[in-house]
Each structure stands twice: as C-alpha cells, then as structure tokens.
C-alpha cells in the first residue's frame, strides 16, 4: 500500500503480530522512499450498510442489544446473548458477502434465538417481519408447534425399540400420538 507520509507506491513488511484473540494482524512496514515507518491492521471484513447508506463496522455488541430486548422477563443470559451473536456473526461471515443490511442480519438472527427461546423469537420476528395482524403471529406459532412436534417424534423413536410404527407401538389414548392418525 501506499506510503501515508510520501505516497510511495510501495512499502516493506518489517514486523507481523497476530492479535491476542487472533481476529486481527498488526504490520510494522517502512517505506523505501522516506524510510518511515506505519502500522497497517488487516482484518476480515464485515459491514454494514444503513439505511441511510452510512457503513458501519459489524458489531456483536449491536446483535445483542438489538436482541435483549426481545428476550426481556425470558429465561435468557448474557451468556446466551454473547453465544447467540457469536453464532450469527459466524453464519454471516460464512455467506462470504463483506457488505450486509439490516434485513440480511435480521434473518441470520431468526434461526438462533427460535432455538434460544421461542417466545423472544416471536417478539423479534414480529417487528422483523412486520406482522401486522393476529394471523402473522397464528402462522408463525403454528410453525413453532409443527417443528416441536417433528422433534418430539424424532425423540421418541429414539427412546423406543426403534421401530416407526407408532400406531401399534403406542397404542395410547387420546393425545400422545392421536394427532398422526
Ligand atoms: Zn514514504
């Protein structure tokens, strides 16, 4: 890169130091032309695009405050809020896209915190998604209920001798498996 003291076009890598949590590289380089020196720190990039157009860096810090508050009064931790935002940063990261917006972020926040807890993820989808009627939320519940319910199957046959034949194997009255008849 170029010299910030001559704009010689070129310019020598003296030293190289890896950051402590290893998100970053610091470069001690010297320019040829004035011999001074400069550090560069190379990390990978992540942005954000504003409405505005303004870019901004990524920022775990923003996915959890932007998530807190759907998870207020929930069963939820620092801890988990930490963990979540991680886990978004890295599924955005592995899109390979450097530029993002609020609506790529938003649907990389969706999947974790439905696993994280499903009532703060209602409360975030509705703004997200801008559910505008009871029916939204009907619709988004019932598909909450859909996956438990796959799960739940999925677990018991698990539990049990290993055969899928719920019918005969769980002759059980009302509820438990009524809903595959
Ligand atoms: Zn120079």
Excluded: W
């Excluded at 009907?138 to 909450?144: D, K, R």
């Excluded at 018991?156 to 194997?169: F, I, K």
């Amino acid at each position: 890169m170029h010299c910030p003291f001559c704009r010689h076009a070129d310019s020598r890598v003296v030293d190289s130091r890896t950051s402590d949590d290893g998100a970053s590289i610091r470069r001690r380089r010297q320019c040829p032309a004035c011999n001074r020196r400069f550090t560069t720190i190379e990390t990978a990039s992540l942005s954000v695009v504003k409405r505005s157009g303004v870019t901004e860096p990524f920022s775990r810090e923003k996915i959890v405050t932007g998530v807190r508050k759907a998870c207020q009064g929930r069963p939820v931790n620092e801890d988990d809020l930490a963990v979540l935002a991680q886990r978004v940063e890295e599924s955005l990261r592995a899109g390979g896209s450097a530029e993002l917006d609020a609506y790529e972020i938003g649907l990389a926040i969706l999947g974790p915190l439905r696993e994280l807890d499903e009532v703060a993820y209602l409360r975030f989808a509705s703004v997200y998604q801008a559910f505008d009627s009871l029916e939204d939320f009907e619709a988004a519940i019932n598909s909450l209920r859909a996956e438990r319910e796959a799960r739940e199957d999925a677990v018991r046959e698990l539990d049990g001798s290993g055969t899928v034949d719920h019918a005969q194997e769980d002759p059980a009255p009302a509820g438990g498996a009524s809903h595959l008849a």
